[in-house]
């Protein structure tokens, strides 16, 4: 008997349903596109990263992240509370908010430290939250640790959603939340509708634009800004790990949302600061998303072409206009097995499973960048038709 035995039971349970995890190791990323990849000396294409506008491996932000590095060191080495902050943040919360169209902006580590640690803040007990059931599992874990009642309502569902607020009429305090692209399906969250119930029952309205920033509105604003809301949200939150190719997350709105934020927020208040090598790359990503529109132009057509490409060959996938393209396979072993069958033909393309997806609707999660080619593309798609065949997959 030892007493990690548990712990090796539920990982043998994990493992005959499909659902252990294990993180693989790369040998190296091949090139600036950010497109392949070397995994035990093997390149393979990579169609699963978040990397949306293939700027990871751009020489611009590389070069602001050594100049950051020379300028303000390695490491942060303390909150910004200890030792207060330099310029690259008061810059970068400045450009951010005026990018957003709003008073203030306040930048956190990552996004599951900015969700967890705004929606804390915001609400507690006797409080309700009012939260999509798709939403980001840090949207999840910030409700839990603040307390307030969890209200799920089904996948952009605004009669349901309704339902629960009228339920909950006499929460001290109301907070919908939403992702604005949903990050396992590539949908969009119902943002009119979601304004005029948050106006109709007065509550506070929160979006997560991790998966929308650098893709959707003209410089890449993200949703919000696209559908003329960004004024009507209360807190719009997003992260500068996916289209801007680095690292961190902020939140943006008004000038009394952002103030109380930055006195309550705990993982803003009790955690270490950015290396100031993220800091200078987020600035150099932004100005690119700002100013190279046709990133996101190509984005959009390859995200579509790959679509097509996935239907002529008879994949069921839906309409969709984010770089996000999921085949939603069922079982977990399945998806699992088209996970390796890729990988076997040189595509890395992961599986998604329960939890972080509903059960029974494991899936690989396909996303486009925009420095892929439609050759890559038609390639990829020629394989998975190849893999089905092979398992004689039927009717998908
Ligand atoms: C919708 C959404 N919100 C928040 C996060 C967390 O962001 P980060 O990876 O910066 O912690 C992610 C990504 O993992 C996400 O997909």
């Given amino acids: ?59 611009r932000l590389k070069a602001a992240a050594v100049r950051g590095i020379e300028e303000w060191g390695a490491g942060a080495t303390a909150s910004r509370f200890v030792l207060g902050s330099h310029g690259l943040y008061e810059q970068l919360e400045q450009r951010l908010a005026e990018w957003k169209g709003r008073e203030a902006a306040l930048v956190f580590a990552n996004g599951y430290q900015a969700n967890t640690g705004v929606i804390s803040a915001l609400v507690g007990r006797g409080d309700a939250v009012f939260s999509d059931r798709l939403n980001h599992a840090s949207i999840v874990d910030g409700i839990v640790l603040s307390r307030a009642e969890h209200c799920r309502y089904r996948h952009n569902d605004m009669e349901h959603l309704e339902y629960l607020l009228k339920r909950h009429q006499g929460a001290r305090r109301k907070l919908i939340v939403t992702d604005t692209v949903f990050s396992m399906d590539g949908d969009l969250a119902p943002l009119a509708d979601l304004v005029e119930l948050k106006r109709r029952y007065g509550a506070l309205l929160m979006v997560d634009e991790a998966h929308a920033g650098g893709v959707l509105g003209r410089s890449g604003e993200g949703l919000c800004h696209e559908l003329g809301l960004s004024r009507e949200v209360d807190i719009i939150m997003g992260t500068f790990s996916k289209a801007f190719g680095s690292y961190g997350a902020y939140v943006c709105g008004a000038t009394s949302v952002v103030r109380y934020l930055t006195s309550k927020a705990r993982s803003l208040i009790y955690s270490t600061a950015l290396p100031p090598s993220v800091l200078a790359s987020i600035h150099a990503a932004l100005t690119i998303v700002q100013e190279e529109g046709e990133r996101r132009k190509r984005l959009r057509e390859l995200g579509s072409r790959f679509r097509g490409m996935l239907r002529e060959r008879g994949f069921s996938v839906a309409e969709g206009r984010t770089p996000i393209i999921p085949l939603v396979l069922g079982e977990s072993g399945v998806a699992l097995q088209y996970s ?21 609707t494991a899936r690989i999660r396909f996303t486009v960048m925009a420095t892929h080619t439609t050759t890559e593309l038609e390639w990829a798609a020629d394989q998975l038709q190849q893999i089905r065949a092979e398992l004689q997959w039927e009717g998908r």
Avoid: F
């Fill in 1 to 59: 008997m030892s007493r990690y035995d548990w712990m090796e039971e539920e990982w043998e349970r994990l493992k005959s349903v499909s659902l252990a995890r294990s993180i693989r190791s790369v040998d190296a990323v091949i090139g600036e596109e950010g497109t392949w990849i070397r995994v035990s000396g093997k390149s393979l294409l990579n169609l699963s990263s978040n990397n949306y506008l293939g700027l990871a491996h751009d020489p």
């Fill in 340 to 360: 390796r069958m890729l990988e076997e033909r040189g595509i890395a393309a992961v599986a998604i499973r329960p939890p972080t997806v509903p059960a029974g």
